[in-house]
């Protein structure tokens, strides 16, 4: 989809790119609206030309209402819009006014985010949107820093608002041969992510598609994708253990 390019009117989204009928973040068929800006710096990341936001590919609010409402019809089984990223919350005060549009109209929200910031328009916007898609990256502290050079602690204290606020949830992590693919990892996320409000827990299989797009010092340049048989060895287990 060509972005028009124009000044930051308030409140303007600064979007990495649109996926009209995407079926794999959140229920149903969805309008997926990947926002630029990422603070994290993950070594496998598939958009890591989505992390820095001087590139504008500015969208107003009513373009984006727009292009959505022609896209109401193939909500009515559950789908709505997700917006992702690179990083959504880092527009959290230019979202939350076009959230709270949506929502109006009737349309189901969720937001795809690594849980990385949890300031007053986080909070603000978190109140608004119906689903949180939560990205945790791996179960363990300094893993989680040398995969990501962010913080779980930051992570985990989001995930904690999001039970206060009794905001239901999902929970994702890709997951890496030799590197989080051991069962004791696995039920240690299962263990930490759980309450009443997570409605799904989402194993990804990692895929070494992205690679041309990364450092060739990458810890995981050139590893392979993970096996079928792993992944559902694994949900397998979670499933037991849910």
Same mark, same amino acid.
């Given at each position: 989809?060509?972005?028009?390019?124009?000044? %930051?009117?308030?409140?303007?989204?600064?979007?990495?790119?649109?996926? =009209?009928?995407? +079926?794999?973040?959140?229920?149903?068929?969805?309008?997926?609206? !990947? /926002?630029?800006?990422?603070?994290?710096?993950?070594?496998?990341?598939?958009?890591?030309? =989505?992390?820095?936001?001087?590139?504008?590919?500015?969208?107003?609010?009513?373009?984006?209402?727009?292009?959505?409402? &022609?896209? &109401? %019809?193939?909500?009515?089984?559950?789908?709505?819009? +997700? !917006?992702?990223?690179?990083?959504?919350?880092?527009?959290?005060?230019?979202?939350? %006014?076009?959230?709270?549009?949506?929502?109006?109209? @009737?349309?189901?929200?969720?937001?795809?985010? $690594?849980?990385?910031?949890?300031?007053?328009?986080?909070?603000?916007?978190?109140?608004?949107?119906?689903?949180?898609?939560?990205?945790?990256?791996?179960?363990?502290?300094?893993?989680?820093?040398?995969?990501? @050079?962010?913080?779980? $602690? #930051?992570?985990?204290?989001?995930?904690? !608002?999001?039970?206060?606020?009794?905001?239901?949830?999902?929970?994702?992590?890709?997951?890496?041969?030799?590197?989080?693919?051991?069962? $004791?990892?696995?039920?240690?996320?299962?263990? /930490? +992510?759980?309450?009443?409000?997570?409605?799904?827990?989402?194993?990804?299989?990692?895929?070494?598609? @992205?690679?041309?797009?990364?450092?060739?010092?990458?810890? !995981?340049?050139?590893? %392979?994708?993970? =096996?079928?048989?792993?992944?559902?060895?694994?949900?397998?287990?979670?499933? #037991?253990?849910?």
């Amino acid at each position: 989809m060509n972005l028009k390019r124009h000044g %930051p009117m308030t409140p303007a989204l600064n979007v990495f790119h649109i996926e =009209s009928m995407g +079926t794999l973040d959140g229920p149903g068929i969805r309008t997926v609206i !990947f /926002l630029k800006g990422c603070p994290l710096r993950c070594h496998y990341c598939h958009n890591p030309e =989505s992390w820095q936001d001087q590139t504008e590919n500015w969208m107003q609010q009513d373009e984006l209402m727009a292009l959505i409402m &022609k896209m &109401k %019809p193939y909500y009515k089984n559950g789908g709505g819009v +997700t !917006f992702s990223g690179g990083e959504p919350l880092l527009q959290a005060r230019k979202l939350e %006014p076009l959230c709270k549009r949506l929502k109006a109209e @009737g349309i189901h929200v969720a937001l795809d985010t $690594s849980g990385c910031i949890l300031n007053q328009d986080v909070k603000v916007l978190l109140e608004v949107v119906d689903l949180i898609i939560l990205d945790v990256k791996h179960a363990e502290s300094e893993a989680y820093t040398a995969l990501t @050079g962010g913080a779980l $602690s #930051k992570t985990l204290e989001f995930l904690e !608002f999001i039970k206060a606020i009794h905001k239901p949830y999902w929970i994702r992590q890709v997951i890496v041969p030799d590197y989080n693919d051991q069962k $004791s990892l696995v039920l240690k996320l299962e263990c /930490l +992510t759980k309450s009443t409000y997570r409605q799904k827990l989402e194993l990804l299989a990692f895929h070494n598609t @992205g690679m041309g797009k990364w450092q060739w010092n990458s810890p !995981f340049w050139n590893r %392979p994708s993970l =096996s079928e048989k792993i992944l559902v060895e694994l949900q397998e287990m979670i499933q #037991k253990n849910v």
